[in-house]
């Protein structure tokens, strides 16, 4: 009986170690698992895979990007979870972005200094406020990089004014509008702890309700990423081995007392 154990357990081994990425966390522990792993054995078994778990990830995810062809940034936070297996990435994104057109108009000039418009121009104002839940898959993954498709579809609110010279606001107009965006996203961890990453992608709005206008443009972003839960898990594991290497060093000490 404990041959077959240990020859099913050597076949377990090898189908991870062939599995490759894809199970690189393993499967959950169950309690027949902890039951077999504590089954007094004549040899060295070999070492269980360790459990795959759910990771939760937020993030900073301000884009450029150009909306009536007009360059915009765009301040986000996306907040989600990677799923087991480290290959989907379930999240809800929020972003907004406020563009004022005053640069593209003609003003008045005071040594040196920008006093008041024109008289008769009006200044537009646009800003549109939306939130997308996302999924995302992993391409390509090594332990240095991965390459991953994102997709968003949510749910947005516009909102367009123009001022005069005066300040006085104009032709308000308040709309609601469904945004779809689709893109490729690079990372680069040339480290454990931190990473480079970068995407591109478009923004289409497939529906604008009360103010229609155009919301579609491409995006890319870039950030330096670091990874949280990477630094704490090895923080953890440093105290351990040097919690464990002070324990046998006090146990030899008892065992050994100085003659």
């Given at each position: 009986?404990?041959?077959?154990l240990?020859?099913?357990?050597?076949?377990?081994?090898?189908a991870?170690?062939?599995?490759?990425?894809?199970?690189?966390?393993?499967?959950?522990?169950?309690?027949?698992?902890?039951?077999?792993?504590?089954a007094?054995?004549?040899?060295?078994?070999p070492?269980?895979?360790?459990?795959?778990?759910?990771?939760?990830?937020?993030?900073?995810?301000?884009?450029?990007?150009?909306?009536?062809?007009?360059?915009?940034?765009?301040?986000?936070?996306?907040?989600?979870?990677?799923?087991?297996?480290?290959?989907?990435?379930?999240?809800?994104?929020?972003y907004?972005?406020?563009?004022?057109?005053a640069?593209?108009?003609?003003?008045?000039?005071?040594?040196?200094?920008r006093?008041?418009?024109?008289?008769?121009?009006?200044?537009?104002?646009?800003s549109?406020?939306?939130?997308?839940p996302?999924?995302?898959?992993?391409?390509?993954?090594?332990?240095?990089?991965?390459v991953?498709?994102?997709?968003?579809?949510?749910?947005?609110?516009?909102h367009?004014?123009?001022?005069?010279?005066?300040?006085?606001?104009?032709?308000d107009?308040?709309?609601?509008?469904?945004?779809?965006?689709?893109?490729?996203?690079?990372?680069?961890?040339?480290?454990?702890?931190?990473?480079?990453?970068?995407s591109?992608?478009?923004?289409?709005?497939?529906?604008e309700?009360?103010y229609?206008?155009?919301?579609?443009?491409?995006?890319?972003?870039?950030?330096?990423?670091?990874?949280?839960?990477?630094?704490?898990?090895?923080?953890?594991?440093?105290?351990?081995?040097?919690?464990?290497?002070?324990?046998?060093?006090?146990?030899?000490?008892?065992?050994n007392?100085?003659?």
């Amino acid at each position: 009986m404990r041959l077959l154990l240990g020859e099913l357990q050597q076949v377990g081994l090898w189908a991870g170690l062939l599995m490759g990425p894809l199970a690189v966390q393993g499967q959950p522990t169950t309690s027949a698992d902890s039951a077999r792993a504590h089954a007094p054995d004549d040899g060295p078994c070999p070492a269980a895979p360790a459990p795959r778990r759910v990771g939760f990830v937020l993030s900073l995810d301000n884009r450029e990007s150009f909306v009536q062809s007009s360059a915009v940034r765009i301040i986000g936070l996306n907040a989600g979870v990677v799923l087991p297996g480290r290959r989907w990435r379930l999240g809800m994104g929020g972003y907004t972005l406020s563009r004022n057109y005053a640069d593209l108009y003609v003003y008045q000039y005071k040594n040196g200094k920008r006093t008041k418009k024109v008289v008769d121009t009006l200044t537009p104002h646009l800003s549109l406020t939306y939130f997308t839940p996302n999924v995302s898959y992993v391409l390509f993954q090594r332990s240095w990089l991965e390459v991953s498709v994102p997709l968003e579809a949510g749910l947005g609110r516009s909102h367009y004014y123009e001022t005069d010279q005066n300040g006085t606001a104009h032709n308000d107009s308040r709309g609601w509008f469904v945004p779809v965006e689709a893109g490729l996203a690079v990372l680069v961890k040339p480290l454990r702890w931190v990473g480079v990453s970068g995407s591109a992608g478009y923004r289409k709005s497939v529906l604008e309700i009360d103010y229609k206008e155009d919301f579609d443009g491409p995006y890319f972003s870039y950030r330096l990423n670091v990874f949280v839960g990477v630094i704490w898990r090895d923080w953890r594991q440093h105290r351990l081995r040097h919690q464990q290497a002070r324990e046998v060093g006090e146990t030899g000490s008892r065992h050994n007392p100085t003659e």
